[in-house]
């Protein structure tokens, strides 16, 4: 019987290759359509969470006493543990920069200074990862790359241009710096003057640091996070304390930092945070119900499919139907070529959806994607899937149509 | 006669063309959903960076402009330590910070620094100025976490908070805080950019399956045509049936996108941002455009498929 059955597939299929192939084509393009979207829209968050995390949305400072005076020194040292295994969220923090301030003047005129790293490879478990306040994607930095010797203006302070020296005096010593370029950050720092870390220690006598800016990707929050930031971590159940630990909301990485950084207490820049997850938020609801509208549509051009094709061949099953076959070894015969086809469109779909999704991710996001996978079971499972759903459909509609031909 | 013989084909192939007509109606209108999404997006966008909240601190301050809100500092005691007072309508300047969070309630905010620098907790009872108060916690992420925040209305204004649509006016009377701005384009142009592409990869396969679909077709209608031709059709008039009919069902198919587009755009955006659409003009002529060439297209291929098709074999019953 299953013998015959698939006797009588292959010979449809190479006796009526061009219409067998239309159905193939057809459950291909609408599962290929449905792949890419499935996977362009599950990895679109996280893409756009990167643009937006190019600002510092927490800061790491000292933890002070009463009197205002820091328990412990932070110091620049600590910032790679940031990038440490032992850091639970070390994989979302995407840029720390350490900063020491200090007041100084140029010309009679008062600056704020800001001793920091314009960019230095911190080690990770993976090699190694470009930190500084030159790699906020989200501040727009002008000019030659700072070396020794060097500082950056920050876009409101105007003192000089790119190229000219200045002479900075603070109130342990006074050196000549050249400008490398100007960076626009649009926020307070806008009105600092960046040197190099070690730079200002020397003109300080410090080695200690005031904080570190840090950029990190974040989750929005939900009704959990809230709780956990209106009573603190420590008023969730173990369970929830796990749940929350575990999602890379601000607050949980802000208390991960914590746990590696000793003696620092971690503040959420709530205004960027703010920004980012309501951002995300309606970016990721919107992708999903696209994707939801996008998964109707796929399935109902797969549904059109075999309607058509059942159509095209009522004739054929009518007679078999006539010389004795029953409704039961129809539909079976019917369901093993539409599965054979969606089985043709699913060794279709995988190349030409990798393809396509992969296109979109490096034009618009500059990356490649890393959904192997994901795309590997989508594009198999997808077009036997659909079409099983549209031969559901059209079971009553196929009973009747051979009937009407049997008259 | 012509379009006689056309209304009474659509007639009997209704069950045949609806799913077709809706198949590349529904392609098409997820491609016009996915641009109409990502144009609205930007109004998405705006609407919540309010998030961001005051977006210009004015520290020169002759006037407090409307909607600004004025905050005084002052120097205080507090639990025996020095603390920086803040005096301003606390109910406006948190209105203003919606991404601000207070724990608890109480008469006076403590910022987070301050609060963790004296051991502070919500709902602590403080003496400030010879009263009593009940202290709530402020985690705003700004200079605000170092201050003790009062609410009264200031004598001295030292800084005005304000959200302005228009913050390049105050430019050089305080800081002008847009640091979101890069960050808000960069992912702007990301949600433009891919639902720009998922559409055009959208329209490419309703295109095809279309063509698809039509080629499932081609065949069944020999018969019809075999008789037609007997009768004394020439290879003209079956052309022009074929193209009224697919022209008819393009002018459908387009009408039904576009329905199908306001009704799936609204829905997202209703589900998602509490928001209507807002299409571009060119979207509903794109969709009747793309329609009628989809089809057009499609009637060409099945004109083709006719040439092909031997009239005298249908009509022997071969």
């Given at each position: 019987m299953l013998g015959f059955a698939l006797r009588l597939v292959a010979k449809t299929a190479l006796s009526q290759r061009y219409r067998f192939a239309a159905l193939a084509g057809s459950i291909a393009l609408a599962s290929s359509?449905?792949?890419?979207?499935?996977?362009?829209?599950?990895?679109?968050?996280?893409?756009?969470?990167?643009?937006?995390?190019?600002?510092?949305?927490?800061v790491v400072e000292p933890k002070k006493t009463p009197a205002g005076v820091p328990v412990a020194e932070l110091s620049a040292d600590q910032v790679p543990a940031l990038k440490a295994r032992e850091h639970f969220w070390r994989n979302n923090i995407q840029n720390a920069a350490p900063v020491l301030l200090a007041e100084g003047n140029a010309g009679g005129r008062e600056l704020r200074l800001a001793g920091t790293w314009f960019r230095r490879e911190v080690p990770s478990e993976n090699g190694s990862y470009p930190f500084g306040v030159l790699e906020f994607r989200g501040w727009s930095y002008t000019g030659e790359p700072p070396g020794e010797g060097m500082v950056v203006l920050g876009a409101a302070v105007g003192i000089a241009q790119p190229g000219d020296a200045v002479e900075i005096e603070t109130a342990n010593s006074t050196r000549t710096f050249r400008v490398a370029g100007v960076l626009e950050t649009g926020s307070y720092w806008d009105s600092y003057v960046f040197l190099s870390l070690e730079e200002l220690q020397q003109m300080l006598g410090r080695t200690d640091i005031d904080l570190v800016l840090?950029?990190?990707?974040?989750?929005?929050?939900?009704?959990?996070?809230?709780?956990?930031?209106l009573y603190g971590p420590e008023a969730l159940s173990p369970e929830e304390f796990e749940a929350w630990y575990c999602s890379p909301y601000a607050s949980a990485i802000a208390y991960t930092i914590a746990e590696v950084v000793p003696n620092s207490s971690v503040r959420v820049l709530r205004r960027v945070t703010g920004v980012q997850e309501e951002l995300l938020r309606a970016s990721s609801a919107a992708f999903l119900v696209?994707?939801?509208?996008?998964?109707?549509?796929?399935?109902?051009?797969?549904?059109?499919?075999?309607?058509?094709?059942?159509?095209?061949?009522?004739?054929?099953?009518?007679?078999?139907?006539?010389?004795?076959?029953?409704?039961?070894?129809?539909?079976v015969q019917l369901g093993m070529e539409v599965l054979a086809a969606s089985l043709l469109a699913a060794l279709l779909a995988y190349p030409v959806s990798g393809t396509v999704a992969e296109a979109i991710s490096r034009s618009v996001f500059g990356v490649e994607l890393s959904s192997g996978l994901e795309l590997l079971v989508l594009s198999l499972a997808m077009p036997p899937a659909a079409s099983l759903v549209a031969l559901f459909f059209l079971r009553k509609e196929l009973s009747r149509e051979l009937v009407e031909v049997l008259r | 006669m012509l379009r006689r013989l056309v209304a009474t084909s659509l007639r009997h192939r209704a069950r045949l063309y609806l799913p077709m007509v809706l198949a590349v109606a529904l392609s098409l209108a997820l491609a016009g959903t996915a641009l109409t999404v990502g144009e609205s997006f930007a109004y998405i966008v705006e609407e919540k960076m309010e998030m961001y909240g005051a977006n210009v601190i004015l520290t020169e301050v002759d006037e407090v402009p409307a909607g600004g809100v004025a905050v005084e500092l002052r120097s205080a005691e507090l639990e025996g330590s020095e603390v920086v007072v803040a005096v301003a309508d606390v109910e406006a300047l948190l209105a203003m910070n919606p991404a601000w969070l207070v724990r608890g309630t109480g008469d006076v905010l403590a910022g987070a620094e301050v609060a963790e620098r004296l051991g502070i907790a919500p709902g602590d009872r403080v003496e400030l100025a010879g009263d009593e108060r009940v202290v709530a916690v402020l985690e705003?992420?700004?200079?605000?976490?170092?201050?003790?925040?009062?609410?009264?209305?200031?004598?001295?204004?030292?800084?005005?908070?304000?959200?302005?649509?228009e913050p390049e006016r105050y430019r050089g009377k305080g800081v002008v805080l847009e640091e979101m701005l890069r960050a808000k384009y960069a992912f702007l142009e990301g949600v433009e950019s891919l639902l720009a592409q998922v559409s055009a990869v959208t329209l490419v396969t309703a295109l095809l399956g279309a063509l698809n679909l039509a080629r499932m077709d081609a065949g069944t209608r020999r018969r019809e045509f075999g008789i037609l031709r007997a009768m004394g059709a020439g290879r003209r008039t079956l052309g022009w049936l074929v193209l009224s009919e697919y022209l008819a069902l393009a002018l459908l198919t387009g009408a039904v996108a576009l329905?199908?587009?306001?009704?799936?755009?609204?829905?997202?955006?209703?589900?998602?941002?509490?928001?209507?659409p807002v299409m571009d003009a060119g979207i509903p002529l794109?969709?009747?455009?793309?329609?009628?060439l989809s089809f057009l297209v499609v009637g060409a291929a099945y004109l083709g498929e006719l040439r092909r098709q031997e009239v005298a074999e249908e009509l022997r019953g071969e």
């Amino acid at each position: 019987m299953l013998g015959f059955a698939l006797r009588l597939v292959a010979k449809t299929a190479l006796s009526q290759r061009y219409r067998f192939a239309a159905l193939a084509g057809s459950i291909a393009l609408a599962s290929s359509l449905l792949v890419v979207l499935a996977v362009l829209y599950l990895n679109a968050s996280s893409l756009l969470a990167v643009e937006l995390s190019g600002v510092p949305n927490l800061v790491v400072e000292p933890k002070k006493t009463p009197a205002g005076v820091p328990v412990a020194e932070l110091s620049a040292d600590q910032v790679p543990a940031l990038k440490a295994r032992e850091h639970f969220w070390r994989n979302n923090i995407q840029n720390a920069a350490p900063v020491l301030l200090a007041e100084g003047n140029a010309g009679g005129r008062e600056l704020r200074l800001a001793g920091t790293w314009f960019r230095r490879e911190v080690p990770s478990e993976n090699g190694s990862y470009p930190f500084g306040v030159l790699e906020f994607r989200g501040w727009s930095y002008t000019g030659e790359p700072p070396g020794e010797g060097m500082v950056v203006l920050g876009a409101a302070v105007g003192i000089a241009q790119p190229g000219d020296a200045v002479e900075i005096e603070t109130a342990n010593s006074t050196r000549t710096f050249r400008v490398a370029g100007v960076l626009e950050t649009g926020s307070y720092w806008d009105s600092y003057v960046f040197l190099s870390l070690e730079e200002l220690q020397q003109m300080l006598g410090r080695t200690d640091i005031d904080l570190v800016l840090v950029g990190a990707l974040i989750k929005p929050r939900d009704e959990l996070a809230v709780r956990a930031e209106l009573y603190g971590p420590e008023a969730l159940s173990p369970e929830e304390f796990e749940a929350w630990y575990c999602s890379p909301y601000a607050s949980a990485i802000a208390y991960t930092i914590a746990e590696v950084v000793p003696n620092s207490s971690v503040r959420v820049l709530r205004r960027v945070t703010g920004v980012q997850e309501e951002l995300l938020r309606a970016s990721s609801a919107a992708f999903l119900v696209l994707f939801a509208v996008s998964a109707l549509v796929a399935v109902f051009s797969i549904l059109s499919a075999v309607r058509m094709y059942v159509s095209a061949k009522r004739r054929e099953l009518g007679i078999q139907r006539a010389i004795g076959a029953s409704e039961a070894r129809v539909a079976v015969q019917l369901g093993m070529e539409v599965l054979a086809a969606s089985l043709l469109a699913a060794l279709l779909a995988y190349p030409v959806s990798g393809t396509v999704a992969e296109a979109i991710s490096r034009s618009v996001f500059g990356v490649e994607l890393s959904s192997g996978l994901e795309l590997l079971v989508l594009s198999l499972a997808m077009p036997p899937a659909a079409s099983l759903v549209a031969l559901f459909f059209l079971r009553k509609e196929l009973s009747r149509e051979l009937v009407e031909v049997l008259r | 006669m012509l379009r006689r013989l056309v209304a009474t084909s659509l007639r009997h192939r209704a069950r045949l063309y609806l799913p077709m007509v809706l198949a590349v109606a529904l392609s098409l209108a997820l491609a016009g959903t996915a641009l109409t999404v990502g144009e609205s997006f930007a109004y998405i966008v705006e609407e919540k960076m309010e998030m961001y909240g005051a977006n210009v601190i004015l520290t020169e301050v002759d006037e407090v402009p409307a909607g600004g809100v004025a905050v005084e500092l002052r120097s205080a005691e507090l639990e025996g330590s020095e603390v920086v007072v803040a005096v301003a309508d606390v109910e406006a300047l948190l209105a203003m910070n919606p991404a601000w969070l207070v724990r608890g309630t109480g008469d006076v905010l403590a910022g987070a620094e301050v609060a963790e620098r004296l051991g502070i907790a919500p709902g602590d009872r403080v003496e400030l100025a010879g009263d009593e108060r009940v202290v709530a916690v402020l985690e705003s992420g700004t200079e605000f976490d170092s201050y003790l925040v009062v609410n009264g209305t200031p004598g001295e204004v030292d800084m005005v908070l304000l959200r302005t649509e228009e913050p390049e006016r105050y430019r050089g009377k305080g800081v002008v805080l847009e640091e979101m701005l890069r960050a808000k384009y960069a992912f702007l142009e990301g949600v433009e950019s891919l639902l720009a592409q998922v559409s055009a990869v959208t329209l490419v396969t309703a295109l095809l399956g279309a063509l698809n679909l039509a080629r499932m077709d081609a065949g069944t209608r020999r018969r019809e045509f075999g008789i037609l031709r007997a009768m004394g059709a020439g290879r003209r008039t079956l052309g022009w049936l074929v193209l009224s009919e697919y022209l008819a069902l393009a002018l459908l198919t387009g009408a039904v996108a576009l329905v199908a587009t306001l009704v799936m755009s609204s829905a997202v955006l209703q589900a998602t941002a509490g928001t209507a659409p807002v299409m571009d003009a060119g979207i509903p002529l794109m969709l009747v455009l793309f329609s009628l060439l989809s089809f057009l297209v499609v009637g060409a291929a099945y004109l083709g498929e006719l040439r092909r098709q031997e009239v005298a074999e249908e009509l022997r019953g071969e």
